[in-house]
């Protein structure tokens, strides 16, 4: 009996729902529930705290379709039948409830009546000594199908110490044909015959240092099942791209690249339908693609999939047209995706473009590189070379090695994977989570004061009572004059920052102490900690106290709040739907909203865009608060942003028609905001630029944050007036275009003066070139020179010397400067400019660093320049070349204008 995958998944939810589970939703890709991690990677993470003890939570079983993401197996998806970056894990969970007994019950009724999954195909397996699982399954199976397996499969540990328990997996014989092929081939081998479909985690012992096994107080059930496995399994399909979940996103692939769905193509295809839901969902979660972190690995998945299409001679944007066949698919499940399709797409093929942009680059750099190799006689390109191309260019590795090889090259394999070692745990190492705060402890101290009441929405002062006290992130029994501390309390007016919005300001006080408020944030669920400033007396934990936000702060915070609301519906009407809301932050002294678009807006967009929103703030239109459905809420048009997770009732922000029948702004907020647009008074944008790949940012101000803006702005016109002797506007403007017209001709007699004099003591120095290890070394100081004349005649040397590695500093104003540049034949042999520079900053008390073909830095002390210059020599340069290779002249000459290195 053939399922759907909307099916499948509805139904186990339902299921577990008549076991008395709660249904969880999904978790974002972005863990809420544990900030040490990249990405949510199993359906465990959201319940984190449940499984430690402190979530406040009352129920004890769950149940949940979580999205997963991993790239732990990233090379093997699409090859095989089973890996995915991008997956849905269904799971059931208990805390301290149910256990063994019911975890394995239940997941053999789910999966031979509910599913209908034959009985002679299913095995279990079992920890080897866990003996209580084997007699529960023995009740179920033959002795034969259930298998004992040591601690490296089926024993789960949390860390060397520290909660952990024996696991059992249910696994399907797929048949004979999809294995091995050895007689003994059993559920041990991991040839893909026996594939795993369910895997229940029974967390029962609490592991000591010394290695031993203590019993928990309570124990917990954590299981996770793949839904595209089962829905494969269930329908009878040998890979799980064969399912509704894949194939029209494989069909479409396949028809946009004009290629057939054959053995010799499916790989591709397969990867290409893979990579295109898990970019649809990790942008649709608010992850951009970037250079570091989430966004890092967004951008490498991207273009993995883009690579494929190159394959195939396709050189033009294609992954952001399958984002609407993901949805198709996934639509139903994930209802959020409609709002964000546009802007999903848009971004995605903005990311295409420059990366197919990065691809020709790449190509010329292998070219030239290939050409110097001819010129040698040299057979073998080596690692680190390859390994440059792809970290520096993102050039893929195995287009490198199909074009070495019809050249008649080969790359050396293994030196290229040691880099590649190399990089990834460096990349490690740089990931220390989202660098927020360790909130495990707010977390047991929540359990203890209980959440903390808000009242702030309509009230701007109250009276509480102080739950605890913090001094040096410790608990304080009191808090004296001059300490700085954070104070919680039973209930506060003060409104912790979230959603962009600051933390409120004020004072919490009584007849004996008062302190200063000058943050107040939200670290763990409803606790509100206000950190303070003790102005005088003391308090004590039980004190009652009054707590008063500055109210005049709060009115000109909520203006700028409001005003981003105006501002996002006003872009969306001016620039297209696209136009996505990617962070902001609201201030009393600015606003800062960043969108999703990929170019500049001229002034005259922005200051079309200004004068609307300028007309709604004088049409004094209302702002209604109100609370509804999340699903109600959606279906009315409110807003929702990318990345932020929503309960079943969610708090709206409308700014009402002038016929206050309809809303011309509806949003998901939870911030402050004014009654009436009215209140902004005047808005004003003051900058506009771009902050990340196809992410654009608007400052801007209102209320009296814009008066004092233009104010200041009025001042310096009236000064500059005076200063020209101008009357009025006109005659200023004409007087100042004239006065800088004729700096800049002065200036640039000045300058080509001096670069006239400076060429021709660079010139002299150029019959100054050292050899050493057989790469020519040359070092001048170029006194009066600023940056961008060291950097012309760092390129002439290039050109003039065709091979070298170059130093050239200068004293100018009072200042030491220097550039470093290398030429590409020695960046491919290993001489690294960047590296060169910051040991060079060293010795003359400065900094410097760059890229491996180019380099700068500089230093406020001259002391030591002239000297650091004549001793460059005798710096180590082996540390810049790679050992035991010496660097001949190509015969070709090396490009001197080629895109510099990232």
């Known amino acids: 009996m053939n399922k759907l995958s909307a099916q499948i998944r509805e139904e186990f939810l339902r299921f577990f729902g008549t076991k008395q589970c709660v249904i969880v939703p999904s978790d974002s890709l972005v863990p809420s529930g544990d900030e040490t991690l990249l990405f949510t990677s199993a359906g465990m993470v959201q319940f984190k705290q449940h499984f430690l003890g402190q979530s406040k939570d009352s129920f004890t079983r769950a149940a949940s379709c979580q999205k997963c993401f991993r790239t732990s197996d990233i090379e093997q998806v699409g090859i095989t039948i089973r890996h995915l970056t991008f997956f849905e894990m269904l799971g059931n969970f208990s805390f301290g409830d149910y256990f063994k007994e019911e975890a394995i019950a239940w997941a053999w009724e789910f999966l031979t009546n509910n599913m209908s999954l034959p009985e002679k195909r299913l095995y279990a397996t079992v920890y080897k000594d866990d003996d209580e699982a084997a007699e529960i399954w023995s009740k179920i199976l033959p002795p034969g199908k259930i298998i004992r397996m040591g601690r490296e499969t089926n024993f789960w540990n949390m860390g060397n110490t520290g909660p952990c328990g024996p696991c059992s997996e249910i696994l399907m014989d797929l048949g004979s044909k999809t294995g091995c092929g050895r007689a003994a081939c059993g559920p041990e081998c991991d040839c893909g015959r026996y594939l795993e479909i369910w895997n229940l985690v029974f967390t029962q012992f609490d592991r000591q240092a010394d290695d031993s096994l203590k019993n928990l107080p309570k124990k917990n059930i954590d299981t996770g099942m793949g839904l595209e496995r089962l829905v494969a399994a269930v329908n009878g399909k040998k890979s799980i791209f064969e399912t509704d979940l894949f194939m029209p996103a494989v069909k479409h692939a396949g028809e946009i690249l004009k290629v057939k769905i054959g053995a010799e193509n499916i790989s591709k295809l397969r990867m290409i339908a893979d990579h295109s839901r898990a970019a649809t969902f990790l942008i649709s979660d608010g992850i951009l693609p970037s250079n570091e972190g989430r966004g890092y690995v967004l951008r490498r998945i991207l273009r993995r999939a883009l690579r494929q299409g190159k394959l195939y001679g396709y050189n033009k944007p294609f992954i952001n047209e399958i984002v609407p066949t993901v949805f198709k698919i996934m639509g139903a499940a994930y209802p959020e995706l409609l709002s964000k399709l546009e802007s999903i797409q848009s971004i995605i093929k903005a990311e295409e473009k420059k990366f197919l942009e990065t691809l020709e680059s790449g190509s010329r750099v292998l070219s030239d590189f290939i050409s110097i190799c001819k010129s040698k006689g040299t057979a073998t390109v080596d690692g680190k070379t390859v390994f440059k191309l792809y970290d520096t260019y993102g050039f893929p590795y195995d287009l490198t090695k199909e074009i070495t090889f019809e050249n008649g090259l080969v790359v050396d394999e293994d030196e290229f994977r040691v880099e590649q070692k190399k990089a990834r745990e460096k990349s490690r190492a740089a990931w220390s989570g989202s660098g927020e705060k360790d909130t495990t402890f707010y977390s047991i101290l929540s359990k203890k004061t209980g959440d903390t009441s808000f009242v702030g929405y309509d009230n701007y002062a109250n009276e509480s009572e102080v739950l605890a006290l913090m001094r040096d992130s410790e608990m304080a029994d009191e808090l004296e004059a001059g300490d700085d501390g954070e104070i919680i ?165 409308s700014i009402e028609n002038e016929d206050k029948k309809s809303n011309y702004s509806m949003e998901l907020c939870g911030g402050t905001h004014v009654n009436r647009t009215g209140e902004l008074g005047i808005f004003k944008i003051v900058s506009e630029f771009s902050v990340a790949a196809g992410v654009r940012r608007i400052e801007a101000v209102a209320g009296t944050a814009a008066e004092e803006y233009i104010l200041k702005k009025e001042e310096a016109i009236i000064k500059t007036s005076a200063a020209l002797n101008a009357s009025d506007s006109d005659m200023m403007v004409n007087k100042a275009l004239k006065q800088v017209a004729d700096y800049k001709r002065l200036e640039s007699e000045n300058v080509s003066l001096k670069s006239k004099l400076i060429s021709a003591k660079i010139d002299s120095c150029a019959e100054k070139v050292e050899e050493i290890n057989g790469v020519k070394f040359l070092s001048a100081l170029v006194d009066g020179a600023d940056a961008r004349l060291l950097r012309e005649a760092s390129d002439h040397l290039k050109k003039k010397l065709n091979s070298v590695v170059l130093l050239l500093a200068s004293r100018n104003e009072n200042k030491a400067l220097f550039v470093v540049s290398v030429t590409l034949d020695c960046v491919l042999r290993g001489v690294n400019a960047g590296e060169i520079a910051k040991e060079f900053a060293r010795t003359i008390n400065g900094s410097g660093g760059g890229r491996p073909d180019f380099a700068q830095g500089g230093s406020k002390d001259l002391s030591c320049l002239e000297n650091a210059v004549k001793e460059f020599m005798k710096m180590k340069q082996g540390e810049y070349l790679l050992e035991g290779k010496q660097l001949e002249s190509p015969t070709t000459t090396a490009p001197h204008d080629q895109e510099r290195f990232a």
């Open 489 to 653: 309390l039973s209930s506060t007016s003060f409104y912790a920052r979230s959603g962009g919005q600051i933390g409120d300001r004020g004072k919490i006080s009584n007849d004996y102490f008062e302190s200063a408020v000058d943050d107040v944030f939200r670290p763990t669920g409803n606790l509100f900690v206000h950190k303070v400033k003790v102005l005088k007396g003391r308090v004590k934990i039980g004190d009652k106290v009054s707590a008063a936000i500055d109210l005049e702060f709060r009115k000109q915070v909520s203006r700028h709040h409001t005003a981003t609301h105006l501002l996002h519906k006003v872009l969306r009407e001016t620039l297209g739907g696209h136009i996505t809301q990617a962070g902001s932050l609201v201030a009393d002294g600015y606003l800062r909203f960043d969108f999703t678009h990929f170019y500049e807006i001229k002034k005259d967009c922005l200051t079309k865009i200004e004068k609307k929103i300028n007309c709604i703030i004088r049409s004094d239109l209302d702002v209604r608060i109100g609370n509804m459905e999340i699903e109600k809420a959606r279906n009315v048009g409110a807003t929702a942003l990318f990345g932020e997770k929503y309960g079943d009732i969610v708090r709206t922000v």
